[in-house]
């Protein structure tokens, strides 16, 4: 790296380091100018914390360089919209750090993005595709990424996400460039096989996905503790408390976050399942068992007189007409100002709990009519005689006697 008259700093007298996008313990990664090309890009400077770290532990150095060159060999292997792309690398030759050119992800990291609150279960799974994409690319490249975590998920403006920072990915055929002891990877996502020092398989990068969805949706890390002894030893023995916010995510993380690597689904189930999540939209609920339609309500019994009504009596059901459908039963009622209404016969009430009494009401009702109208019938107690013997004498005329 140089610089220029103005206090530029360039690299490689090709890219010019405009800001500071983000960075860790193992370096910073700046956005600059491709002076040659005239597009922006990011370069990654892979620098330890501590600037005498090469005099006191060189092998550590000659390591950490050598783990620089690996990613960008990894990165050149794997060729994938959601996985990084890696345009140039800058190497001063032994005793310095390389720096990798990278093409530049506009939108931020997934770990800024969940610093602003969770996800929603379908936008973690639209996210949850993306990336399970890049590392079923780099899987079938023999490439384990063994780091998948927010803060290593890029987002493009579009919301899609891009897969970066293959430091530390196991090459099937190459050898393993750890330190005896060290710990490499992010002890949060983890997975068990790998805390126990197996390198693990595919399933190991699935494990680290499915934790990195429960965090987008839950807002917390379920296995986190105070320390990162602490948290490793939860990460073997501690079980993964049922999420309370995933909705219809639930299923897949439980199915997914099981410490037997051989009873984790594939990538391919993995990915149906995701799908399912992301294509049902936000408000789904997860469902174990079909759902029966609703069933209605019984319709309001019949009572023997036509009238509709409920009844007391737990045999009524035995001697009731069979009904009609609802909307198909013509009202009965008389219209309002009739006889029948001024009379009280008006007797058709869609109250079970006075059906009864309304019933009784009418027939008294209906009793009194008939008695006031024989009444005033001939030969009724107010006209005629009260016998037919009566009758008959007033209607045979009165004869004078013969003189």
Same mark, same amino acid.
């Given at each position: ?60 150095? +000659? ?90 998920? =890029? =987002? ?80 073997? +023995? ?18 997914? =976050? ?58 009524? +059901? ?58 005033? =019938? ?26």
């Amino acid at each position: 790296m140089g610089e220029g008259e103005t206090g530029r700093r360039v690299v490689d007298n090709r890219f010019e380091l405009e800001a500071r996008l983000g960075g860790g313990g193992m370096g910073t990664v700046w956005r600059a100018r491709d002076l040659l090309l005239h597009r922006s890009v990011a370069v990654k400077e892979v620098r330890p914390p501590d600037v005498d770290f090469a005099e006191y532990d060189p092998d550590g150095a +000659h390591l950490l360089r050598e783990r620089v060159l690996r990613e960008a060999r990894a990165l050149a292997r794997v060729e994938h919209p959601n996985v990084v792309t890696i345009h140039h690398i800058v190497d001063g030759g032994e005793g310095t750090y390389p720096w990798i050119v990278m093409e530049l992800v506009g939108g931020g990291s997934l770990a800024d993005r969940l610093a602003r609150g969770p996800m929603t279960p379908a936008e973690a799974a639209h996210i949850g595709r993306g990336v399970l994409a890049a590392l079923r690319a780099a899987h079938a490249a023999g490439v384990q990424h063994r780091d998948v975590k927010p803060a290593n998920v =890029l =987002l493009r403006p579009d919301g899609s996400p891009v897969l970066t920072d293959f430091g530390i990915a196991a090459i099937r055929e190459s050898t393993t460039l750890t330190a005896t002891g060290s710990i490499i990877g992010t002890p949060d996502y983890m997975a068990p096989e790998r805390v126990t020092g197996d390198r693990g398989g595919p399933g190991a990068d699935l494990w680290s996905l499915a934790m990195m969805l429960y965090v987008a949706v839950e807002g917390h890390h379920p296995l986190r503790r105070g320390t990162t002894l602490a948290t490793l030893a939860a990460v073997l +023995h501690d079980d993964v408390p049922h999420p309370v916010k995933a909705g219809p995510l639930t299923p897949v993380l439980t199915r997914v =976050l099981v410490r037997d690597p051989a009873a984790r689904p594939d990538a391919e189930a993995f990915d149906r399942m995701l799908a399912a999540v992301a294509e049902a939209g936000p408000g789904a609920e997860p469902t174990s068992y079909p759902l029966a339609p609703p069933v209605p309500a019984p319709p309001p019994a019949t009572t023997e007189s036509g009238l509709v009504g409920a009844s007391r009596n737990p045999r009524d +059901h035995l001697r009731r007409p069979a009904r009609e459908p609802r909307d198909a039963v013509p009202d009965p009622r008389p219209p309002l100002g009739s006889d029948a209404d001024r009379l009280g016969t008006r007797t058709v009430t869609r109250r079970p709990g006075r059906a009864r009494l309304i019933v009784v009401a009418s027939v008294a009702g209906a009793s009194l009519v008939g008695g006031l109208v024989w009444r005033t =019938l001939p030969g009724g107690q107010d006209g005629a005689a009260a016998s037919p013997g009566a009758s008959a004498k007033r209607s045979t005329p009165r004869q004078r006697p013969r003189p």
